[in-house]
């Protein structure tokens, strides 16, 4: 019938829809949900060979019924809308998370661990409220953003469990807003605590499956970088391959406005990734060591002040194992105690110099600079205590979201932490 149709149209058969839609019209007009209007009945009559009167069709709806409905549609659309929130209130909020994700790198994280607490709750109370559906989508991106955040803040301060109730917090806002990125960034903390934790293998695991929905994105340059770091760990030469891969999406992608946004990615930041990978690696101490002095300037401004403080300790750590491994022991105990002396530590900094000073006595095993140094990481490490910085009310920001419908529901970190989800297979 619907080719029926077209040729009674004629040389108008180009104004008619395609079809599989005409299809459509003619199955819902034969059910009786739908009206024919008169253009269609005229074409009808054309294609049957019959008059008007004969035709057995249903009428259109009459035009108070259709103002009726586009009145309902008019309504839904309004309450759809209907808001408690000003658009100010969103672009101020925004502007908040990106200011503590710039200051990730510099700040102690105490304080930017309280900063970001208050302003997540404060987002999650704005879910609970009357907002629109754009709305509480960017709502969902900014609370999934300061919970990726809070992540980091709270695995340097020792406190796992929180950390790791927030990592699984922004994953599952990243989800419900359908933010890729946010969810890529979650599966990178996974790959990253799994790398300070000393499981290489889980952390490429991590890193792929993240991989899989990051697009080229900054997270995407970061999955490759932890993947790479992790073959590098297991003495895999796919660590190099991994490498590649992050410098070509890199190479991609525009440089950052901010380049000390922590969720962002450039080439100095490259560098630094290069210069550990290779050093783990420890097949060309050569890239590794310039690689790593090369990340060391970058994080020195002309007039003297750090502007990478992490970034800093570890490269003068990958700086350290290559003296290490050519034999100047100066040096590498010199390198080993300037990595201390930054006083902005990431959660790897320690294991690592405790790594670090394993292999000196190893190697070393009478020398003074090597006692002195393990002394040196040893009151570091007492001075860290667990969850240092982190109080009840900065570990029970961690909260875990998740949606049953329209119902949510809250899972505070303090005394129910989500448990360690499993790397994928």
Known sequence: MARR?????????????DHETLTGYIRRWEAGRAGVSERYA?????????????????????????ADDALDLIELTRRAECSDLGRGTLEALCAVKERLCRDYPSQFPEELARRGTRYLRYVLRLLEGRVS?????????????????????????????????????????????????????????????????GKPADVVRWAQAGADGAGHT??????????????ARMGDGQAVVALRTGRAILDELPEPAYPEHHFSFDHNKYDFYAGTIWTWLGTDDTTAAEHARL???????????????MRLAISKLDLAVIASRRGDLDEAVACGTAALDVPRRS????????????????????????????????NAR????????CDDDCTRSAVCISRSGTRRVRCMAAGRHPPHDTPPQ
Not at 5 to 17: E, I, S, V
Not at 139 to 164: F, I, K, M, Q
Not at 218 to 231: K, T
Request: proline share 6%.
């Open 5 to 17: 149709l077209a040729a009674a149209a004629g040389k108008d058969r180009g104004a008619l829809p």
């Open 42 to 66: 005229l074409l009808f009559t054309k294609a049957l060979g019959v008059e008007q009167a004969e035709l057995d069709v249903p009428a259109p709806p009459p035009q108070h019924a259709l």
């Open 133 to 197: 559906l754009t709305q509480h989508r960017e709502l969902l991106v900014t609370g999934g953003w300061l919970a990726a955040l809070l992540g980091c803040l709270h695995y340097d301060l020792g406190n796992a469990s929180a950390a790791e109730a927030a990592r699984v917090m922004a994953r599952n806002l990243g989800q419900q807003a359908g933010h890729g990125e946010i969810i890529a960034w979650s599966y990178e903390l996974a790959a990253w605590f799994a790398l300070v934790e």
């Open 218 to 231: 900054n997270a995407a340059v970061q999955l490759a970088m932890q993947a790479a770091r992790g073959y």
């Open 295 to 309: 990340a060391a300037a970058q994080c020195v401004l002309p007039g003297g002040r750090v502007r990478w403080p």
């Open 347 to 378: 959660a790897e900094l320690l294991p690592r110099a405790v790594e670090f000073g394993q292999s000196l006595a190893a190697r070393y095993p009478r020398e003074h600079l090597v006692s002195e140094y393990r002394d040196l990481v040893r």
């Open 382 to 389: 007492l001075a860290l205590a667990p969850g240092s910085g």
